[in-house]
């Protein structure tokens, strides 16, 4: 119930958590699925994952994210190849490096561009393509960082925040069109990308965001936290004081 068994593209084919819902995926029947990233001779891992959760199809092209001018070439390609994809998981995002971005601005700006502008740009042409083909879901992988940005991790938190907002008004804006967003909320995940970072309180896994990717997705849900027990706890969160909200940790 509430999954679309057509075809899947995943932006930010080597990403762990855009893999393991798309793992997910093919076990609940989806067929044909398309890994875009930069590298593509190197995603046969996440083939094989996919083909032994049993799709049928999957097929690579070259998507570089920061490439901005290309988003609309890479999204002809998917069309051309697979047609207009049923479910887009838009899983690409870097976490970048908070000390090296508050001393050089073009390392802030880079870290801006990939979760933020990158982002804002892939979904609005994929929001249209969509709304004319009168379905589709698109999943974005927003962060309790931008609930309410923290000074260990401002950077990173303002892009989430950012994101955050935009894809909360796009699930508005396209209300009505059969085209719907599930806007994620995870905390911690340890992963590749957290490698070496202690992991915060409530943590997750990349399987646990996928299980709980999916299980919204069935349920036609607009957003979901990860784990559920953040929601309740960044409501209290907002409350702090600023001269302790601070002095917190990542």
């Known amino acids: 119930m509430g999954i679309d068994t057509g075809p899947v593209l995943v932006l930010g084919g080597r990403s762990e958590i855009g893999t393991a819902v798309a793992v997910r995926l093919a076990a609940l029947?989806?067929?044909?699925?398309?890994?875009?990233?930069?590298?593509?001779?190197?995603?046969?891992?996440?083939?094989?994952?996919?083909?032994?959760?049993?799709?049928?199809t999957v097929v690579r092209v070259a998507f570089d994210a920061d490439d901005l001018a290309g988003h609309a070439a890479v999204l002809d390609e998917v069309e051309a190849r697979v047609g207009v994809p049923s479910t887009v998981v838009v899983a690409f995002g870097v976490l970048g490096d908070q000390a090296a971005a508050e001393r050089d601005p073009a390392a802030a700006v880079a870290i801006l561009h990939t979760d933020l502008t990158a982002q804002v740009h892939v979904l609005t042409l994929l929001a249209e393509r969509l709304r004319a083909a009168g379905r589709g879901t698109l999943v974005v992988f927003s962060s309790v960082a931008g609930v309410r940005v923290r000074r260990a991790n401002y950077v990173y938190g303002s892009a989430k925040a950012g994101l955050d907002g935009f894809a909360s008004g796009l699930s508005d804006a396209l209300a009505g069109s059969g085209v719907r967003l599930l806007l994620v909320r995870p905390g911690f995940v340890v992963g590749r990308m957290t490698e070496g970072m202690s992991p915060a309180p409530f943590s997750s896994t990349p399987d646990q965001v996928a299980d709980a990717v999916v299980a919204a997705l069935r349920g036609r849900r607009g957003e979901v936290w990860v784990p559920g027990v953040l929601r309740p706890v960044f409501f209290l969160m907002r409350l702090l004081p600023r001269a302790v909200w601070r002095r917190l940790p990542r």
């Open 29 to 56: 029947g989806c067929g044909t699925f398309v890994l875009a990233a930069r590298r593509t001779a190197d995603l046969d891992d996440q083939e094989a994952e996919l083909r032994a959760a049993g799709a049928a």
